[in-house]
Protein backbone atom coordinates (compact mmCIF):
# COMPACT_ATOMS: atom_id res chain seq x y z
CA UNK A 1 0.00 0.00 0.00
CA UNK A 2 1.36 3.44 -0.63
CA UNK A 3 1.40 5.94 2.00
CA UNK A 4 0.78 9.59 0.90
CA UNK A 5 2.71 12.63 1.25
CA UNK A 6 0.51 13.54 4.30
CA UNK A 7 1.39 10.41 6.48
CA UNK A 8 4.97 10.18 5.64
CA UNK A 9 5.27 14.01 6.92
CA UNK A 10 3.27 13.02 10.10
CA UNK A 11 5.14 9.89 10.86
CA UNK A 12 8.77 11.56 10.08
CA UNK A 13 7.91 13.96 12.92
CA UNK A 14 7.21 11.28 15.66
CA UNK A 15 10.36 10.22 17.83
CA UNK A 16 8.47 6.93 18.83
CA UNK A 17 4.84 5.28 18.47
CA UNK A 18 2.90 2.51 20.13
CA UNK A 19 2.54 -0.38 18.30
CA UNK A 20 0.34 -3.19 19.29
CA UNK A 21 1.06 -7.37 18.65
CA UNK A 22 -0.88 -10.20 19.67
CA UNK A 23 0.32 -12.87 21.93
CA UNK A 24 -0.09 -16.94 21.73
CA UNK A 25 -3.10 -16.41 24.39
CA UNK A 26 -4.58 -14.07 22.36
CA UNK A 27 -3.89 -10.85 24.66
CA UNK A 28 -3.00 -7.19 22.71
CA UNK A 29 0.13 -6.03 24.17
CA UNK A 30 0.77 -2.55 23.51
CA UNK A 31 5.12 -1.09 23.91
CA UNK A 32 7.06 2.15 22.53
CA UNK A 33 9.16 1.87 19.71
CA UNK A 34 11.17 4.45 17.84
CA UNK A 35 10.35 5.08 14.49
CA UNK A 36 13.20 5.18 11.76
CA UNK A 37 11.97 5.60 8.62
CA UNK A 38 8.38 5.46 6.44
CA UNK A 39 8.74 4.91 2.95
CA UNK A 40 5.69 5.92 0.68
CA UNK A 41 5.73 2.28 -0.70
CA UNK A 42 4.06 0.91 2.43
CA UNK A 43 7.23 -0.01 4.78
CA UNK A 44 8.20 1.58 7.79
CA UNK A 45 11.15 0.72 9.86
CA UNK A 46 11.02 0.79 13.85
CA UNK A 47 13.50 -0.29 16.45
CA UNK A 48 13.24 -3.34 19.34
CA UNK A 49 16.20 -2.59 20.72
CA UNK A 50 15.14 -4.94 23.87
CA UNK A 51 14.60 -8.29 22.32
CA UNK A 52 11.11 -9.09 24.62
CA UNK A 53 7.49 -10.04 24.92
CA UNK A 54 7.17 -7.86 21.17
CA UNK A 55 10.11 -10.10 19.31
CA UNK A 56 8.32 -12.91 20.38
CA UNK A 57 4.72 -12.12 19.37
CA UNK A 58 6.13 -10.70 16.28
CA UNK A 59 8.16 -14.67 15.77
CA UNK A 60 4.57 -15.77 16.48
CA UNK A 61 2.30 -13.82 14.52
CA UNK A 62 2.89 -11.09 12.43
CA UNK A 63 -0.24 -8.88 12.68
CA UNK A 64 0.30 -5.81 14.42
CA UNK A 65 -0.35 -2.15 14.28
CA UNK A 66 1.68 1.03 14.78
CA UNK A 67 -0.39 4.80 16.18
CA UNK A 68 0.73 8.20 16.88
CA UNK A 69 -1.19 11.21 17.50
CA UNK A 70 -0.49 14.47 17.79
CA UNK A 71 -2.79 16.41 20.56
CA UNK A 72 -1.27 20.09 19.32
CA UNK A 73 -2.57 19.33 15.63
CA UNK A 74 -5.55 16.87 17.15
CA UNK A 75 -4.14 14.37 14.07
CA UNK A 76 -3.14 10.68 14.05
CA UNK A 77 -2.73 7.83 12.42
CA UNK A 78 -3.11 3.80 12.79
CA UNK A 79 -0.90 2.03 10.54
CA UNK A 80 -1.94 -1.95 10.08
CA UNK A 81 -0.29 -4.92 8.56
CA UNK A 82 2.18 -7.30 9.03
CA UNK A 83 5.83 -7.10 11.00
CA UNK A 84 8.88 -8.68 10.30
CA UNK A 85 12.03 -8.97 12.30
CA UNK A 86 15.07 -7.46 9.84
CA UNK A 87 18.52 -8.78 11.78
CA UNK A 88 21.14 -6.30 11.85
CA UNK A 89 23.15 -7.77 9.21
CA UNK A 90 20.13 -7.38 6.57
CA UNK A 91 19.29 -3.78 7.53
CA UNK A 92 20.06 -1.44 4.62
CA UNK A 93 23.10 1.30 5.53
CA UNK A 94 20.69 3.81 4.82
CA UNK A 95 18.23 3.16 7.59
CA UNK A 96 21.35 2.33 10.00
CA UNK A 97 22.20 5.94 9.01
CA UNK A 98 18.84 7.11 9.78
CA UNK A 99 18.62 5.40 13.16
CA UNK A 100 21.94 7.11 14.25
CA UNK A 101 20.99 10.45 13.15
CA UNK A 102 17.65 9.78 14.43
CA UNK A 103 19.63 9.71 17.92
CA UNK A 104 22.01 12.45 17.70
CA UNK A 105 19.13 14.45 17.37
CA UNK A 106 16.74 13.48 20.25
CA UNK A 107 20.37 13.29 21.93
CA UNK A 108 21.17 17.05 21.09
CA UNK A 109 17.59 17.94 21.85
CA UNK A 110 17.65 16.97 25.47
CA UNK A 111 20.33 18.40 26.02
CA UNK A 112 19.25 21.83 25.25
CA UNK A 113 16.05 21.38 27.14
CA UNK A 114 17.98 20.22 30.11
CA UNK A 115 20.32 23.77 29.60
CA UNK A 116 17.93 25.87 29.21
CA UNK A 117 16.37 24.44 32.73
CA UNK A 118 13.59 22.09 31.60
CA UNK A 119 15.27 19.46 33.83
CA UNK A 120 13.57 15.67 32.33
CA UNK A 121 15.24 12.32 33.08
CA UNK A 122 18.69 12.83 35.44
CA UNK A 123 20.74 10.55 33.00
CA UNK A 124 20.28 10.87 29.06
CA UNK A 125 18.53 7.74 27.99
CA UNK A 126 19.01 7.87 24.72
CA UNK A 127 22.80 7.81 24.87
CA UNK A 128 22.58 4.95 27.22
CA UNK A 129 20.54 2.99 24.52
CA UNK A 130 22.20 -0.89 23.26
CA UNK A 131 22.82 -0.73 19.31
CA UNK A 132 19.92 -2.23 17.72
CA UNK A 133 20.42 -6.05 16.82
CA UNK A 134 17.44 -5.91 14.33
CA UNK A 135 14.42 -3.97 13.28
CA UNK A 136 10.80 -4.62 13.03
CA UNK A 137 9.68 -3.97 9.35
CA UNK A 138 5.92 -3.42 8.98
CA UNK A 139 4.44 -3.88 5.46
CA UNK A 140 1.13 -1.94 5.89
CA UNK A 141 -1.41 -2.76 4.78
CA UNK A 142 -4.74 -0.42 5.60
CA UNK A 143 -3.60 3.27 7.17
CA UNK A 144 -6.71 4.60 9.67
CA UNK A 145 -7.00 7.99 10.51
CA UNK A 146 -7.80 8.76 13.42
CA UNK A 147 -8.63 12.48 13.46
CA UNK A 148 -12.46 13.26 14.45
CA UNK A 149 -14.66 13.42 10.87
CA UNK A 150 -15.97 16.83 12.13
CA UNK A 151 -12.30 18.47 11.95
CA UNK A 152 -10.70 17.23 8.75
Known amino acids: MRLSSEVLD ?3 RQNFVI ?4 GKNGVPHNACKGIVKAYRDGRVYLLDLYCGRTYRNLS ?18 CLKGRGAIVPVERIAPSVMREWRRR ?9 IRSVQGDKG ?13 YLIAL ?9 PGHLK
Not at 19 to 22: A, E, H, L
Not at 139 to 147: G, N, P, S, Y
Open 121 to 133: HPRHPEALLPAPK
Open 19 to 22: ITTV
Open 103 to 111: MRSRITRRI
Open 139 to 147: AVDEVVDLT
Open 10 to 12: FFG
Open 60 to 77: ANPRMSLAAADEHRFRGY
